[in-house]
């Protein structure tokens, strides 16, 4: 199974002028989050006290405790970039067979109310994103950048667009950014 080694991805960034010296030169630390539960609280305190000493970069994987686990409100995290959609595998048994499950029930029971296979798989991505988004605005006075950098969030302008004004690349984003998502190029 193919799993991008945050650890490898540091240490080759760590090498001469490449992205992670400056990322380190400018926030002052840069972090991976730990694969060990035992490590987990030690990171984490490592990381509030790197923030309160003047910032810290903090690379996270989704469905992770970092991603999904851990209130980074206020000062704590004031931007959160989520790279690609994690579709969970396709391929797994259990993912099939949820797919295969709904498909049936919609099919020969009726049950429109249930999502199709195809859409409850995509909604499983979406909530990890959800809640890697939700790790830097915690409440309503709370603030902070959200950054997502895949093109299956982009808007072409030739989409569908819903009652709501919601095009079809960001119905599946949490409601509370639908209508602030704008597009950027390079």
């Not at 810290?56 to 931007?79: H, P, T």
């Not at 049950?111 to 909530?127: E, F, I, K």
């Not at 950048?145 to 009652?163: F, K, N, P, T, Y």
């Amino acid at each position: 199974q193919w799993e991008w080694n945050l650890g490898g991805a540091k240490s080759s960034w760590a090498e001469g002028g490449s992205v992670g010296s400056r990322l380190e030169q400018i926030k002052g630390k840069v972090m991976v989050e730990p694969r060990e539960q035992q490590q987990f609280e030690e990171a984490k305190a490592e990381y509030v006290d790197a923030v309160k000493r003047g910032g810290c970069v903090l690379f996270a994987v989704y469905r992770g405790k970092m991603s999904e686990g851990v209130s980074f409100n206020d000062d704590n995290a004031r931007c959160v970039i989520c790279v690609g959609v994690p579709l969970p595998n396709s391929f797994s048994r259990s993912i099939k067979s949820k797919r295969c499950y709904n498909n049936e029930q919609r099919q020969y029971r009726g049950r429109m109310t249930l999502l199709t296979g195809a859409d409850w798989y995509t909604q499983q991505a979406y909530r990890a994103i959800a809640q890697a988004l939700g790790r830097c605005i915690r409440h309503g006075s709370d603030y902070g950048a959200v950054i997502l950098m895949d093109l299956r969030h982009c808007d072409s302008g030739d989409q569908e667009v819903s009652r709501e004004g919601v095009s079809r690349c960001h119905k599946s984003l949490p409601k509370w950014m639908r209508g602030a998502v704008r597009n950027l190029s390079a």
